[in-house]
C-alpha cells in the first residue's frame, strides 16, 4: 500500500494527464481510502451568470473528485451511471474546497459523496456519483 503522499502525487499525476481536469486547475491536497480532498482555485472562465459559478463546472468537481476517491479506495474506478447535484449557494470568487467520501465501494456499484464550499466554508454545492466499477468485457478500467 502506498503512503498518503505518494497516493496524492499519483492522483495529481493522473488528473495532470486529462486535458480538462488539467484546465480546471485541480489540486488534489489529501487522499486515502474514506475520500479524497481537493482545492481548485476559482476564476473568470467559471463563471455563469454575473456573481454566479456555472453550474457545469461545480458538477464537473463534483464528478471527478468522487471519481478520484474511488482510485483512492480501490486503485481503479469506473463509467458514472448516476449524477445527482444540489446546487445550494452561488460564489463568483475564491478558492473552491472539494471534499469527497466512499460511501460504498461494492464490487459492480460503488457510489461517492462530495461536498464543495467556498473560502468561508460556506456549502455551495452536494451531491452523489454512482459509479459502474465491475470489469466490463473488452474494457479497461482506469487505474493509479
Do not use: K
Not at 34 to 53: I, K, L, N, S, Y
Not at 116 to 123: A, C, K, M, V, W
Not at 133 to 142: F, K, L, S, V
Amino acid at each position: 500500500m502506498s503512503s498518503p503522499e505518494n497516493l496524492v502525487h499519483r492522483l495529481n499525476a493522473h488528473n495532470a494527464g486529462i486535458p480538462f481536469n488539467a484546465w480546471l486547475r485541480i489540486e488534489v491536497l489529501n487522499a486515502s481510502a474514506q475520500g479524497v480532498e481537493m482545492r481548485v482555485p476559482w476564476r473568470q472562465e467559471f463563471g455563469g451568470a454575473p456573481g454566479m459559478t456555472h453550474g457545469g463546472v461545480l458538477a464537473s468537481l463534483l464528478d471527478t473528485a468522487a471519481f478520484l476517491a474511488l482510485l483512492a479506495a480501490n486503485g481503479g474506478g469506473g463509467p458514472t451511471i448516476d449524477l445527482q447535484i444540489d446546487y445550494l449557494r452561488s460564489t463568483a470568487n475564491g478558492t473552491l474546497t472539494v471534499r469527497s467520501s466512499v460511501l460504498r465501494a461494492g464490487a459492480s456499484i460503488s457510489t461517492v459523496e462530495v461536498r464543495i464550499s467556498d473560502p468561508e466554508q460556506r456549502l455551495l454545492a452536494s451531491g452523489r456519483c454512482v459509479f459502474l466499477t465491475r470489469e466490463r468485457t473488452g474494457r479497461t478500467a482506469p487505474t493509479v
